[in-house]
């Protein structure tokens, strides 16, 4: 692939270096010239997305515009975005640069359609802002597809899963037991697949016992 993908980042940091740490392992090469060129902008002065949309404070949107123009100067062919939340802003961001940024919704929906092999009931793990303006509920509309989402109690566990994800703390998360117990509720309800729906999430799956 001689294409560039800009990664923009910083939503979060570990995010971030997880998913360029998930390209770099599954292209199939055997030296470094034949990896795909990456640019990452691992901008950590994007305002908090989760506050915008649940506290109507300080858009993120000026911010990821700054970023995304910053790598289509660099010369990026696509861009993708490891902040599930941020795709609420994400056709204001596409009206400012030519450059394409893949949209990780659709592509999660895609992808679940594809390879769920009959399992409909799936438990969305995101944070309070991609709950609340339904990026995935609006997604998964038109399939045949049931997404359960946490209560509002549960929905606080998670999030606080989240920021502690953000803070460094992974493996002694102190809300990966909470978590679990979340997960083992709606196993027995008939959810038999999750959704990471915040890019945090995926860090913690070595930990939670269902990270199918």
Request: net charge neutral.
């Amino acid at each position: 692939m001689n294409q560039t993908i800009g990664i923009l980042g910083g939503m979060g940091p570990l995010a971030t270096v997880d998913l360029a740490e998930k390209i770099i392992l599954l292209t199939k090469v055997s030296r470094d010239q034949d990896h795909i060129p990456l640019l990452i902008y691992n901008n950590t002065r994007i305002p908090s997305r989760v506050n915008a949309i649940m506290d109507q404070q300080e858009s993120p949107v000026v911010e990821l515009i700054k970023t995304a123009k910053v790598l289509e100067k660099a010369g990026v062919d696509f861009i993708v975005m490891p902040c599930h939340t941020a795709h609420y802003w994400l056709e204001d961001i596409q009206k400012h640069i030519h450059t394409p940024i893949l949209n990780m919704i659709e592509n999660t929906v895609h992808f679940v359609k594809n390879s769920i092999n009959g399992e409909k009931q799936i438990l969305l793990l995101a944070t309070s802002g991609t709950v609340k303006a339904q990026l995935y509920q609006k997604a998964f509309q038109s399939e045949d597809v049931q997404l359960a989402i946490p209560t509002k109690k549960e929905q606080k566990i998670v999030a606080s899963a989240i920021d502690e994800v953000k803070a460094g703390y992974i493996a002694n998360n102190q809300y990966l037991n909470e978590l679990n117990k979340i997960i083992q509720k709606y196993e027995q309800k008939g959810i038999s697949a999750i959704i990471g729906g915040c890019t945090e999430i995926p860090l913690l799956f070595p930990y939670i016992q269902n990270k199918k």
